[in-house]
């Protein structure tokens, strides 16, 4: 029964090799080759008669992810989270599938962690390196305004705000006409929204609607210009106002917005000289609700907040085509060092100083086999992004060394045995890295 079980593990793991050398898009002679082996392990393993036969299916909606993938996913996150954490962002966790990312309540100035959020949005998507990006801004309470403003009934301001937010996927004409056809609006009510919503800019833009002679009469529209001026002054100290975007065809679709709204997109490069870059996709968004906390307290307090929400499956999808595109390499383990053997019958002092390794806090591992070939283990290195080697030999343990080979440049140094852990830690200083 033993010998059966240890048979069964080694074609599951042999299976498991074949699916991600698949996965990873591997030659199909090396595919083949561990193929042949699994089939050979089958065949040692021959029929059970009594084992029922059953078969794994992943549930419709759900993914499985290969270790390369987890890695680019694990990278992303990271980045996410790391940047949270810098701007003393606290984590909490709920039974519902939700990001709940950033919350400030009781702020004196409410701009403040207005201006702090479109930073953490900015400074997320810099550190992703996925390409150049804007951010669009407006302000619920200027749409709003502007709406009543142009002759849009109190009926129609939400309908009226969905069209609007299509601008950034189709034309000016096919929204006017979605308004005017399909919603009933006047066409002269249509054009003074028109006049409006296809404009964007700075802070120059909202100092001029500040001077408009109808919205600025308009007590709503006025407030939100205001604050909006007053985050633009944030912006410029934060050093990011020139990634952001005074946009007033930006809507979004959520009714609790109270105050201001934003959206980060991707650009597309420009194919001509002189063409203004496209966005090609949301990736981030956000915005002021605080009316939305006070709707599940039973008094009904008002409780300021403003959130934002990274789209990470759609950065992880990005990052996926851009790694696929370039084929880099991706380290799907964070292994800093292989310990290895020059010579057979050394698996004992192998696991002896894997352990001391271990308890260390260095991550490293061995092969398994009893007695691997050391042009194996090198090469399982270069396969597997492992920066170090560690080898022991048999003149080696006789000197109190132990070999320290650097994968990269092949150079080789004796490392007396009780500096080793000293000098790997020295040696995998820097962050882990996808490639």
Not at 4 to 19: I, K, M, N, S
Not at 50 to 57: A, D, E, H, S, Y
Request: hydrophobic content about 40%; overall charge negative.
């Amino acid at each position: 029964m033993a010998e059966r079980a240890a048979l069964e593990e080694l074609v599951r793991l042999q299976g498991e090799r074949v699916r991600g050398l698949k996965q990873q898009k591997a030659s199909a002679e090396q595919i083949e080759e561990e193929v042949a082996k699994l089939l050979k392990l089958k065949a040692q393993l021959g029929p059970d008669e009594g084992k029922q036969k059953f078969v794994l299916k992943t549930p419709k909606g759900t993914r499985d992810y290969s270790p390369r993938q987890m890695a680019v996913r694990e990278k992303v996150f990271d980045v996410i989270i790391s940047c949270f954490k810098r701007h003393g962002a606290e984590v909490i966790d709920t039974p519902v599938f939700e990001l709940k990312d950033f919350d400030i309540a009781g702020q004196f100035d409410p701009m403040i962690p207005d201006a702090e959020c479109l930073e953490i949005m900015c400074e997320i998507l810099r550190s992703l390196q996925i390409g150049d990006f804007l951010v669009k801004v407006n302000d619920r309470r200027i749409l709003d305004g502007m709406f009543a403003i142009c002759g849009v009934p109190d009926s129609k301001f939400r309908t009226i705000c969905s069209s609007v937010d299509k601008l950034d996927k189709v034309s000016w004409e096919e929204v006017k006409n979605e308004m005017v056809g399909e919603k009933g609006l006047a066409p002269e009510v249509a054009d003074h929204i028109g006049d409006y919503v296809q404009q964007h800019g700075g802070i120059s833009l909202v100092e001029q609607l500040l001077q408009d002679p109808e919205l600025s009469q308009n007590k709503q529209a006025l407030e939100g210009l205001g604050d909006l001026k007053l985050l633009f002054e944030y912006l410029t100290l934060f050093g990011i106002a020139d990634k952001i975007s005074f946009d007033l065809s930006l809507a979004r679709g959520l009714d609790y917005y109270t105050g201001v709204i934003y959206e980060a997109v991707l650009l597309q490069t420009p194919v001509q000289a002189g063409e203004e870059p496209l966005g090609v996709g949301s990736v981030a968004a956000g915005g002021r609700y605080d009316g939305l906390v006070g709707m599940f307290d039973p008094k009904g307090r008002k409780v300021p907040c403003v959130g934002l929400s990274i789209g990470v499956e759609r950065i992880f999808s990005i990052v996926e085509q851009r790694l696929e595109a370039t084929e880099e390499k991706v380290r799907t383990t964070e292994t800093q060092v292989l310990v290895a053997s020059a010579q057979k019958k050394l698996l004992e002092e192998r696991l002896k100083l894997v352990s001391e390794l271990w308890n260390a806090g260095i991550k490293a591992e061995l092969l398994y086999k009893k007695n691997p070939k050391l042009l194996n283990q090198l090469q399982y290195c270069e396969e597997a992004g492992i920066p170090l080697v560690a080898i022991i030999g048999e003149q080696e343990l006789k000197d109190g060394v132990i070999k320290l080979r650097s994968v990269a440049s092949r150079e080789e140094v004796d490392v007396p045995r009780e500096d080793l852990v000293e000098e790997i830690k020295r040696r995998t200083s820097q962050p882990f890295c996808i490639c």
